[in-house]
């Protein structure tokens, strides 16, 4: 499913807010609990911040607002167990990482249907993705060492897994024509090597906001409910889940 940056920009304004409006909207229901597999590097503050502010947001939303990760302490900053406004986080056991998240999601499906986001090692990432999920969400820099990381990392987990869907969301931009044009100038990288279209999963904005949310164990859209960072985040949650929504492949 290709989706530009461009096709999603009418949630933003040019501040990097959201467009005005009330609180979110409840969205109806899943027919299942989706998946969407998240690399990170053992201590990346910045991106477990990022999906533990997201899972919040979509509990904002009615989805269960539920995070997977390794067992251990790999995701730094985050407390297992009962969170903000019902958030879970969930460690998995085993070796095979990617059929423990979908065995997990299956077994919650029928009470909290939605969207899971697993944090899964950057080693091995394509590994544990491959047999069991089909989507991956790709958090990215706007600049150059960024989008290249980016690039080879959707090139790879397509390379494994041909129909998966990978999805973007740029992160850190100065401007909206900064995230735009980062995210095109990757999506035609990608396109050239590989027909599967990216989609878009906006922006997030204000990265020290993520690592401040870490430190205060308080989530952004609960902190600062009317900053530009917590009305990113409340879209890119509405777009993970306006998506979640489809059929599985």
Same mark, same amino acid.
């Given at each position: 499913?290709?989706? $530009?940056?461009?096709?999603?920009?009418?949630?933003?304004?040019?501040?990097?807010?959201?467009?005005?409006?009330?609180?979110?909207?409840?969205?109806?229901? &899943?027919?299942?609990?989706?998946?969407?597999? =998240?690399?990170?590097?053992?201590?990346?503050?910045?991106?477990?911040?990022?999906?533990?502010?997201?899972?919040?947001?979509?509990?904002?939303?009615?989805?269960?607002?539920? =995070?997977?990760?390794?067992?251990?302490?790999?995701?730094?900053? #985050?407390?297992?167990?009962?969170?903000?406004?019902? &958030?879970?986080?969930?460690? #998995?056991?085993?070796?095979?990482?990617?059929?423990?998240?979908?065995?997990?999601?299956?077994?919650?499906? $029928?009470?909290?249907?939605?969207?899971?986001?697993?944090?899964?090692?950057?080693?091995?990432?394509?590994?544990?993705?491959?047999?069991?999920?089909?989507?991956?969400?790709?958090?990215?820099?706007?600049?150059?060492?960024?989008?290249?990381?980016?690039?080879?990392?959707? #090139?790879?987990?397509?390379?494994?897994?041909?129909?998966?869907? =990978?999805?973007? &969301?740029?992160?850190?931009?100065?401007?909206?024509?900064?995230?735009?044009?980062?995210?095109?100038?990757?999506?035609? $990288?990608?396109?050239?090597?590989?027909?599967?279209? #990216?989609?878009?999963?906006?922006?997030?904005?204000?990265?020290?906001?993520?690592?401040?949310?870490?430190?205060?164990?308080?989530?952004?859209?609960?902190?600062?409910?009317?900053?530009?960072?917590?009305?990113?985040?409340?879209? =890119?949650?509405?777009?993970?889940?306006?998506?979640?929504?489809?059929?599985?492949?």
């Amino acid at each position: 499913m290709a989706r $530009a940056l461009g096709d999603v920009l009418h949630h933003f304004d040019p501040r990097l807010g959201v467009a005005p409006g009330g609180p979110p909207e409840m969205l109806a229901a &899943t027919r299942s609990l989706a998946v969407a597999a =998240v690399p990170l590097a053992p201590g990346d503050l910045l991106r477990a911040g990022a999906v533990w502010n997201l899972a919040v947001e979509m509990a904002r939303l009615g989805a269960p607002g539920l =995070v997977l990760a390794p067992a251990g302490d790999f995701v730094a900053g #985050l407390d297992d167990g009962p969170g903000p406004l019902g &958030t879970r986080l969930e460690r #998995l056991a085993g070796e095979d990482l990617g059929r423990a998240a979908r065995e997990r999601a299956a077994a919650c499906a $029928a009470a909290t249907p939605g969207l899971a986001l697993a944090c899964l090692p950057e080693a091995g990432f394509e590994r544990n993705f491959a047999s069991h999920l089909e989507w991956a969400l790709l958090l990215s820099a706007p600049d150059a060492p960024g989008l290249a990381e980016a690039e080879r990392r959707a #090139l790879r987990v397509l390379a494994v897994r041909p129909d998966a869907r =990978v999805g973007i &969301t740029i992160h850190g931009a100065r401007s909206l024509g900064e995230a735009r044009d980062a995210f095109e100038r990757l999506a035609r $990288a990608v396109e050239h090597q590989h027909p599967c279209g #990216l989609a878009s999963y906006g922006l997030l904005v204000d990265d020290l906001a993520l690592y401040r949310a870490i430190v205060e164990r308080r989530p952004v859209g609960l902190a600062r409910p009317q900053s530009p960072a917590a009305r990113a985040l409340a879209d =890119v949650a509405r777009l993970l889940l306006a998506d979640a929504r489809e059929e599985p492949r």
